[in-house]
């Protein structure tokens, strides 16, 4: 092999084949990124809620309607249970505690706390209403609270006996204050039932509203009839069925409509504050 041959061999060696040679790693520049890729967006934060607003974040609405519905359920269970065990058994009278109609008892307890419930559920929807509608608003609430008000205090006997000795009303009009009652139920429907109806839950709320006013003045107006037919047995079976039907329409109608107005306020979980519950009806 010649001297010439034998350099054109060592410059034809690549330096990747020197064993002395230190490899140094290729690193590819990136390119830099395009002025027109749109940059991450980021989530914007949840809205604070504002200071002072309503708000009540205690219970699930399930839980209780749940609650209400299974208290009423075993009254109403008892009352007839107990009225149906006194068939036969001259004497025998419904406990006072457990007999639906008589007043200071456990459903008139159950009925006059379903009643301030819902007084309060619509207190909380008139302080996120608009303007002009508010005072209706207001109006059912104070509705509610006061009939809640009546059913321990009894004030609507007094007024119905005061109209009853007055005018001598009798047969279905023996118990008098359902002449004002209904009344009263006819003024607030006409003003307040256009506006109820334009919320979700508004069906299930009228249901319940009518079925305690069809127990409350419809089968209350029969039960005063037999009531003057009867001389005033309260413990004669059709009068003690009659009483605890009567009652058992009111309580289901509350609880009803305190269904309807959970869904009203506020949804699945009744949490009420600022722009977690606004005006649907504008």
């Known amino acids: 092999m010649t001297a010439q041959h034998h350099l054109d061999r060592q410059q034809s060696r690549s330096a990747d084949d020197d064993p002395a040679t230190e490899v140094i790693p290729r690193v590819e520049q990136s390119e830099p990124p ?13 809205p604070e809620v504002p200071a002072g607003a ?17 208290l009423t359920a075993v009254l109403v269970l008892a009352h ?6 006194g068939i036969g058994r001259p004497g025998f009278e419904i406990p006072a505690a457990i007999r639906l109609g008589n007043e200071l008892n456990i459903s008139t307890w159950l009925s006059s706390a379903m009643h ?24 059912l609430s104070v509705a509610c609270a006061v009939v809640g008000m009546d059913e321990t205090a009894a004030n609507h006997e007094h007024v119905g006996w005061i109209i009853h000795t007055t005018f001598g009303t009798s047969g279905f009009l023996t118990y008098a204050w359902i002449i004002p009652a209904g009344i009263a139920v006819a003024v607030v429907a006409a003003l307040c039932l256009p506006m109820i109806l334009r919320r979700p839950g508004a069906y299930i709320v009228v249901a319940g509203a009518a079925m305690f006013v069809l127990g409350a003045v419809g089968l209350e107006s029969i039960g005063g009839a037999v009531f003057e037919q009867n001389g005033g047995d309260v ?29 009203m306020a506020g949804g699945s979980g009744l949490r009420i504050a600022g722009t977690s519950f606004v005006d649907r009806s504008r």
Not at 126 to 136: D, G, I, L, Q, Y
């Open 235 to 263: 413990n004669a079976f059709g009068y003690s069925a009659l009483a605890g039907t009567e009652e058992s329409f009111e309580m289901i109608g509350l609880v009803i409509a305190m269904a309807g107005l959970m869904r």
């Open 116 to 139: 301030l419930t819902n007084a309060a559920i619509l207190a909380l929807i008139a302080a996120n209403s608009v303007r002009r509608e508010r005072w209706k608003w207001i109006l």
């Open 34 to 46: 395009s002025a027109a890729a749109p940059a991450p967006v980021e989530p914007s934060p949840e």
């Open 54 to 70: 309503p708000h009540l974040a205690l219970l699930r609405p399930s839980s209780v309607v749940k609650v209400a519905g299974g």
């Open 80 to 85: 007839f249970a107990a009225a149906v065990y």
